[in-house]
């Protein structure tokens, strides 16, 4: 039960609260500690010494942990490399202890002001650059932080040198404060860049500070239960599978067989479905600790990382289909089958991992698929997305092994899940186009217009109901014979969807699918098929526009449309959003279209769209270098760099869409600020828009 505590339901119990925490206040590691890193050389050996300061309240884990210990510890490690021998492992005050009755776990753990060093071994006779990772997790008493690491880079004397000095010459300082930031997505990331060159008080050696910030300052908007929720309900599909389904009886029946009493059977099959979870958990949590969050989101809005997912899922789709299946190696599965002969939990665990490879022709690229969208929203998605699926997954196992007599109910397998696989094939070729939607807006082909992608779903989904219906057969596929109920209702629903779709391909808004297609104004024809005025918009805007989002003429530019509102007497409103943002497309489509909102967004107010990932470089008499946080300079060289530098500026902060509605002299009003969460509502918003109105009258 110990051992169960431990490496289960703790990890467990952390991962919610972590999810819960995430959800419903958004904290930064780097708020709670910081850090300034120093070299200390004598001769041949150097030490590394890092001074770290906690805020009050919070703690970071001891770099000397007890084995086993379910703590992250604090790490100072440097780069291999043949200049140096690391000697040692770091050496730090005497940590705080105490023991956790609720963990049943040993806590060591560091507050205040600390210092931690790392000694090497010179070996070079040559100056050279040392390079290092410094990773912690911050915790309170309440919940924990995302663990966050940043590299670092330090010069260092050769080993030898006649120009060595004496040691309180040679203090060479690393000093990490405040990020620098660029915004190159439109999900709400944060993505460290490389710092300017300071130089050191007392030498001459220039420090180079270097920061690669792998934490996501901020989860995307689309609510943590939301992501789970989907995630639970592609569990539920992947077990509905071929590879999955027969084994749920197998399984059960197994447990009860061989467990010598009623309780022993439910508590190995609760242990079995528990250790299902903490393996693809552990899967998710991989992914987002070795790519991390921001990494993850500026991937998302690459053109060649979406090509890549879109080769991605129609390699899945064809699988699922029949045409071929993806395995893993035969050894590990071997592997995995010999050491689920043990007994005891670690027996059940290698059980589990069995289960996880034998499946993987059919879950693997569920979960791949759910690890690609995953990649898209950034933060913890990863982790519960995974815990979302795989709980779908295990459920079952536990459920019958508590009430066996519910197995004689279940279907028998056959031929429909095969038909179960095909679908979800289906689904991942509608998926893929997505992130080749995704692609072509990065670059701004108009390869990939709103027209073709509905053409592209209705294609797909119109041959999905054929499959459904019996017209048409694929690999692996038996004799059809008389149609299930529920074929048939899955089949007449995917009609309707198709119906539903075609009037898009005439300027439709279809709310429903509102954040898969291209945007309106990214169309054959934005302002509508054979309406010369898009639904009321004049042929042509005022100068320096362009048709935006509901057939509005929108400016692409600050200063041109502050101007232009000045000129009408209309308030301006300013719409930070980017081509890649799904909720901005969410707003757009269902909210700014309402009654009583499209008619003001038209008439009432000018309206100034800024892309902060608009990847156009600015002409070079506008490549600025300018201060983003104090100290800390970068080069502007993007229209989307200036765009997310004037956000981050000016409002502190990188969220999209952001809405703000400023007045006669280009001052904010009193209104606030409008954004996904908090105004998804179309009467929220029209309440802040009719706001924004009344105080730019009294503002004149």
């Known amino acids: 039960m110990k051992l169960f505590k431990k490496y289960i339901l703790l990890p467990l119990l952390l991962i919610m609260a972590f999810v819960s925490s995430a959800n419903a206040q958004i904290e930064f590691p780097e708020d709670k500690v910081s850090w300034k890193f120093t070299i200390e050389q004598n001769g041949c050996e150097a030490t590394i010494v890092g001074k770290i300061t906690i805020v009050d309240h919070w703690h970071i884990y001891a770099g000397n942990l007890p084995e086993g210990s379910f703590l992250l510890a604090t790490e100072i490690e440097p780069d291999k490399s043949d200049n140096y021998k690391v000697i040692g492992k770091v050496t730090e005050p005497k940590p705080e202890f105490f023991h956790d009755e609720a963990a049943d776990e040993d806590i060591y753990q560091h507050s205040g002001t600390i210092t931690m060093k790392r000694k090497i071994k010179i070996t070079s006779k040559e100056d050279f650059t040392l390079k290092g990772l410094f990773a912690f997790q911050t915790c309170d008493e309440t919940h924990c932080l995302q663990p966050f690491d940043t590299n670092f880079e330090l010069k260092v004397k050769g080993c030898g040198n006649e120009k060595v000095e004496e040691i309180e010459d040679k203090v060479e300082e690393i ?106 958990v552990i899967l998710g949590t991989l992914v987002t600790w070795i790519f991390g969050a921001s990494i993850l989101n500026w ?19 064809v699988s699922f289909m ?63 997305g995974m815990l979302g699926f795989s709980l779908a997954l295990a459920l079952p196992f536990a459920l019958f092994a508590a009430f066996p007599g519910w197995l004689n109910t279940m279907p028998k397998s056959g031929g429909w899940l095969t038909s179960v696989k095909v679908f979800l094939g289906f689904l991942e070729l509608a998926l893929a186009f997505k992130f080749l939607s995704n692609a072509d807006l990065a670059v701004q082909a108009h390869l990939l217009e709103r027209e073709m992608f509905l053409a592209i779903w209705i294609g797909v989904f119109s041959v999905l109901a054929l499959y459904l219906f019996g017209f048409i057969k694929l690999p692996h596929d038996g004799p059809v014979g008389n149609l299930t109920v529920g074929r048939t209702l899955l089949g007449t629903t995917t009609v309707v969807f198709v119906i539903y779709m075609i009037p898009g391909l005439w300027g439709a808004p279809l709310k429903l699918i509102s954040a898969f297609p291209p945007p309106m104004h990214y169309s ?43 000129k009408v007497g209309k308030p301006l409103f300013v719409d930070f959003t980017g081509h890649n943002c799904v909720n901005c497309r969410a707003m757009e489509q269902s909210v700014w279209g309402e009654s009583g909102i499209i008619d003001k967004l038209k008439n009432d107010v000018v309206i100034t769209s800024l ?20 100290g800390k300079m970068k080069t502007l060289k993007t229209v989307g760099d200036k765009w997310a530098y004037t956000q981050i500026k000016k409002y502190k902060i990188t969220a999209q869409p952001y809405y703000r509605m400023l007045g006669p002299s280009g001052e904010d009003l009193d209104n606030g600020s409008a954004d996904y969460n908090n105004h998804s509502d179309p009467k929220v918003f029209q309440k802040w828009l009719d706001e924004g109105l009344q105080l730019y009258k009294k503002a004149k």
């Not at 399984?251 to 299902?276: D, E, H, M, P, W």
């Not at 892309?611 to 490549?623: A, G, S, T």
């Open 611 to 630: 892309y902060v990932d608009e990847d156009v470089d600015l002409p070079l008499d506008e490549q600025i270098e300018v201060e983003l946080v104090p």
């Open 524 to 566: 054959e024809s934005p302002m509508g098929v054979g309406k010369s005025g898009g639904g009321g918009a004049a042929a042509h805007g005022p100068e320096g526009t362009h048709l935006g989002p509901q057939n509005i003429w929108v400016f692409h530019d600050m200063e041109k449309a502050q101007a232009y509102a000045n």
């Open 175 to 280: 000093v990490v404060e405040d990020t620098a930031v660029t915004i190159t997505d439109s999900n709400d990331v944060v993505v460290a860049d490389d710092m300017t060159n300071a130089p050191d008080a007392t030498t001459e050696t220039e420090t180079v500070v270097k920061s690669t910030d792998e934490s996501s300052k901020k989860l995307s908007d689309m609510s943590i239960w939301t992501i789970f929720f989907l995630s639970f309900g592609a569990g539920f599909m992947a077990l509905l599978t071929p590879c999955v389904f027969p084994m749920i009886p197998m399984t059960v029946s197994f447990f009860t067989k061989q467990s010598k009493t009623k309780a022993a059977g439910i508590r190995n099959a609760t242990l079995y479905g528990i250790c299902i979870i903490g393996i693809y």
């Open 299 to 317: 991937l998302s809005t690459q053109w060649w990382f979406n090509m890549a997912f879109f080769i991605l899922l129609v390699v899945f789709a």
């Open 322 to 384: 029949g045409a071929f299946e993806i395995t893993l190696p035969s050894s590990w599965v071997n592997k995995a089958d010999k050491a689920s002969d043990k007994g005891g939990l670690i027996g059940i665990f290698f059980m589990a991992l069995v289960l996880a490879l034998v499946s993987f022709s059919c879950t693997g690229p569920i979960v791949g698929t759910l690890l690609v969208e995953a990649a898209d929203i950034g933060g913890i998605a990863p982790i519960v």
